[in-house]
């Protein structure tokens, strides 16, 4: 017979909040633990490791759903990789548009004035938006 364990015993082992382990739950990402005869959930092995995976996904920028259509194709045993790589390509979005403001941020600052507000560069950029060469859309910024 397997080793069960409680909530608290899982949150420990994975980090993860016993609260999140429930919202797991009831979203359908973790499967129904059994319960004891007075309704505390008891969990099994393969438990820790979908609360692993998920956790793991997690860290790694992964969507709920892309983690539900993960755990979905991992179940079929149908490639995932398609999943990875929309996600890759994602972060690689939000690189190109992290370097564009950076580099819109430094082309600013060099050409600023050092202190002479009316010479600033910085400020100029700011109060005529059609100076800048940083694609606002990108970023999803507030305006």
């Known amino acids: 017979m397997s080793t069960l364990f409680s909530i608290g015993a899982l949150s420990r082992d994975t980090g993860c909040k016993i609260e999140t382990i ?11 633990p059994a319960r004891s005869e007075g309704g505390q959930r008891r969990y099994h092995q393969k438990h820790r490791e979908r609360l692993q995976f998920i956790r793991h996904g ?8 892309d983690i539900r259509e993960l755990l979905a194709l991992s179940a ?10 929309r996600h890759r390509d994602a972060v690689q979005a939000q690189i190109r548009s992290l370097t564009a403001l950076r ?13 002479h507000e009316g010479e ?6 700011l109060n005529d938006h059609g ?3 940083h694609d606002h859309n990108v970023t999803g910024g507030k305006g």
């Open 103 to 115: 580099d819109e941020l430094d082309r600013m600052i060099k050409e600023c004035a050092h202190g």
């Open 76 to 85: 079929s045993h149908q490639h995932a990789d398609s999943i990875a790589r």
């Open 58 to 65: 997690r860290e790694l920028g992964f969507t709920l759903d």
């Open 22 to 32: 429930r919202y797991y739950e009831k979203i359908g990402l973790m499967p129904e």
């Open 131 to 133: 100076q800048c060469q």
């Open 120 to 125: 600033c560069r910085v400020i100029e950029v």
